[in-house]
C-alpha cells in the first residue's frame, strides 16, 4: 500500500472518530492522531465540527495541538513553550502564535515529540533540496552527526516521507522526494501563483517541442525528397551508362563483321599471287 493510500485511509478514520466526540472527550483521538506513524496530514481532522468548536473553550489547547502538527515544527514549539513573555533576542510570544495560530501548548508524550522532528524535516525540504547537516541538528534537536544520521534513516527514509541520500563527504542531506504537509494559512495564494507559472512554462516548452517536431518533420521530408533526387540521378546515369555500353559493343562487332573490311586469312592463300615486272 502506497504512503498517498494509507494516509487517505488515516484521515477518514480519525476524522470519523473526531466526527462522534466533543469537548475534552477529543483530547484522546488528537493525542493519538498527532502521534500515529503514518500520518502526517491534519488538515481534514481540523475541519471537523466537533473540533473546530473547541475555539475558546476549555479544551481550545487541543486545537492548538492539532494546529502545531498542520504548520509547525519542533522549534516552533519549543519557542512556544520556553518564550519569555518579554525577550529583545527572540520574537515576542504574542507575534510568534499570532504567525503559527498556536497560543499555548501541553507537553508532548516521545511518539508527538518524534512526528514533531519529521515533520520539520518536511518542512525544511520545502525550500531547500540540499539540508547541511548543521542546519537540521539544530532544528530537529539531536545532538551529534551519527544520531541525526540514525534520524533521517530511521525516522524519515525507512518511513517513507522522504527519499534522499545522506552525503556524508558535504555533511548535508540530499532531498529526492518529501511527502507534502498541510498548507499553512495565507500559503494557499503562493502556491497558486506557483502552480501558474508552472503551468505557463509548461505550455512554452510544449509549444518549443511542437514546433521543434515540425521542424524535425520538414526536414524529414527534405531528405526523403533530397535522398529520391540523388537515387533518380543514380538511375539514370546507370542507364546512360548501359546505352553507351551497348552501342559500343554493337560498333564492335559490326567492324568485325562487315564484307572487305578484314580478308580472311584461307581466303588470302587461294588467290593467285602477281608476278611483278622488273623495271625497265
Excluded at 91 to 108: D, E, F, G, Q, V
Excluded at 139 to 167: P, T
Amino acid at each position: 500500500m502506497d504512503i498517498e493510500q494509507r494516509q487517505a485511509e488515516l484521515i477518514d478514520h480519525f476524522v470519523k472518530k473526531a466526527l462522534v466526540n466533543k469537548g475534552s472527550a477529543l483530547a484522546p483521538v488528537i493525542v493519538e492522531a498527532t502521534s500515529h506513524p503514518s500520518l502526517f496530514a491534519f488538515s481534514e481532522i481540523l475541519s471537523v465540527p466537533t473540533v473546530i468548536e473547541l475555539e475558546g473553550t476549555e479544551s481550545s489547547v487541543l486545537l492548538d495541538v492539532l494546529r502545531l502538527f498542520a504548520h509547525g515544527t519542533w522549534s516552533d514549539y519549543k519557542k512556544v513553550r520556553l518564550l519569555p513573555s518579554v525577550n529583545d533576542a527572540l520574537p515576542s510570544r504574542a507575534a510568534l502564535c499570532k504567525h503559527y495560530n498556536i497560543s499555548r501548548l501541553p507537553p508532548l508524550v516521545p511518539d508527538q515529540i518524534l512526528k514533531l522532528k519529521q515533520l520539520t524535516v518536511l518542512t525544511l525540504a520545502e525550500t531547500n533540496k540540499v539540508l547541511p547537516y548543521d542546519q537540521l541538528m539544530q532544528e530537529i534537536d539531536v545532538r551529534n552527526v551519527r544520531e541525526l544520521e540514525d534520524f533521517l534513516i530511521n525516522e524519515c527514509m525507512y518511513a517513507g516521507v522522504v527519499r534522499a541520500k545522506l552525503n556524508q563527504l558535504r555533511r548535508c542531506f540530499e532531498i529526492q522526494f518529501a511527502a507534502g504537509r498541510d498548507l499553512r494559512p495565507g500559503q494557499l495564494g503562493s502556491m497558486i501563483e506557483t502552480l501558474s507559472n508552472w503551468l505557463t512554462t509548461s505550455d512554452n516548452l510544449l509549444v518549443s517541442i511542437k514546433e521543434k517536431i515540425k521542424w524535425a518533420d520538414n526536414r524529414s521530408e527534405l531528405d526523403k525528397k533530397h535522398r529520391k533526387d540523388i537515387e533518380d540521378r543514380v538511375e539514370d546515369v546507370k542507364k546512360s551508362l548501359a546505352i553507351k555500353a551497348d552501342m559500343d559493343f554493337r560498333g564492335h562487332d559490326e567492324n568485325f563483321s562487315e564484307p572487305g573490311g578484314v580478308m580472311d586469312y584461307e581466303e588470302d592463300r587461294s588467290r593467285p599471287k602477281r608476278r611483278r615486272h622488273p623495271f625497265l
